[in-house]
C-alpha cells in the first residue's frame, strides 16, 4: 500500500484497502456505503429498470469534537451522505455507527430514538412544522430529548439568531432567511454532541450568515460539538479541520 492510501484508510477517506475498523473517539464512522434508487424508466436495451448508483462504497470516520467539510459538484450526493449519517435515510448496503452504536438494524423509530438528544440536522429547506409556532419548532426537539428546560433553551437559541421578536410567528408569516435562521436554533436548543448542517448560510443574507457560522464553529470549539457540514462556501469550508470531496460516490481528501 502506498502512502497515500494509508493515510486515506487512517482518516477514514475512501481509499483502495477500505476503513479499519471503528476506533475509540470516533463519534462516526461509515463503511462500504452504497446508495441505489431504482428510477422508473426502463432501459431498452436490457428491457429492465435502470438504477442510478449515488454513493458507491464510501467510506468515512469522524473523531468525537472534529470539524469536517463536505464539498462536490451538485447533484454529487452530499445530502443524501448527510442524511444516510444521520439515520434519516437507510443505505442500499454498507455500515454506519453513530455514537457508538449501528444505524444498520434500527427501524425509523429506533434511528429517531438514537438521534434525540445527540444529533441536531440544519436542512437546507428548513423542514419546519407548518401549524407550530418559530418558538414550538425550536423546543420540540429539546422536550423529545427530554429537556425539561425546553423553552427556556428555545428562547435562548432564538436570540441567538436573532429572533426573539418573532417567536409566536408561524412558518409563512416569516422570510427565507428567518425561517433558515429558525431551523439553526432549532439544531443548537438540544446542544447536540453532532450537527448535520446541510447549505446552513444559503439561504441567508452576508450579516446574519457571519452569525451563524460564528455559532457553528463556537458549539464546536466550546462543546465540542462534532459539526459536518455541507457547503458550497469555499470560505466556509476552509474553516474546518478537514475538507472532503465528493466525487464519483466516494470521498477525497
Known amino acids: 500500500m502506498n502512502a ?17 475498523p471503528e476506533r475509540a473517539g470516533e ?9 441505489q434508487i431504482n428510477t422508473s424508466g426502463l432501459d431498452s436495451a436490457e428491457g429492465g429498470a435502470s438504477v442510478l448508483s449515488i ?25 443524501t451522505l448527510l442524511s444516510l449519517l444521520a439515520g434519516l ?38 423542514q419546519l412544522l407548518s401549524g407550530l409556532t418559530a418558538l414550538e419548532n425550536v423546543m420540540l426537539p429539546a422536550e ?27 412558518p409563512h408569516q416569516l422570510s427565507g432567511g428567518e425561517q433558515q435562521r429558525v431551523a439553526v436554533a432549532r439544531a443548537f436548543a438540544g446542544e447536540p454532541r453532532i450537527l448535520f448542517a446541510d447549505e446552513p448560510t ?22 465540542g460539538t462534532t459539526l459536518v457540514l455541507v457547503t458550497h462556501d469555499s470560505t466556509l469550508a476552509q474553516r474546518c479541520r478537514r475538507v472532503l470531496t465528493l466525487r464519483g460516490g466516494r470521498l477525497h481528501e
Not at 30 to 35: E, I, T
Open 27 to 35: 463519534v462516526i464512522f461509515a463503511a462500504g456505503l452504497v446508495k
Open 202 to 223: 444559503g439561504n441567508l443574507d452576508l450579516a446574519t450568515g457571519q452569525r451563524i457560522v460564528e455559532l457553528l464553529f463556537e458549539m464546536n470549539r466550546a462543546r
Open 4 to 20: 497515500r492510501a494509508e493515510t486515506n484508510v487512517d482518516r477514514g477517506v475512501d481509499g483502495a484497502a477500505g476503513p479499519a
Open 144 to 170: 423529545l430529548a427530554g429537556h425539561t428546560d425546553a423553552q427556556a433553551r428555545a428562547r435562548r437559541s432564538l436570540d441567538q439568531v436573532g429572533l426573539s421578536q418573532r417567536l409566536g410567528h408561524y
Open 55 to 79: 454513493l458507491d462504497g464510501l467510506s468515512l470516520r469522524v473523531a468525537t469534537g472534529e470539524s469536517v467539510a463536505i464539498v462536490g459538484a451538485s447533484g454529487s450526493g452530499k445530502t
Open 89 to 126: 435515510d437507510l443505505p442500499s448496503a454498507g455500515e454506519i455507527r453513530l455514537a457508538g452504536e449501528s444505524l444498520t438494524g434500527l427501524d425509523e423509530d429506533g434511528r429517531a430514538r438514537l438521534r434525540a438528544g445527540r444529533v441536531g440536522f440544519v436542512f437546507q429547506s428548513f
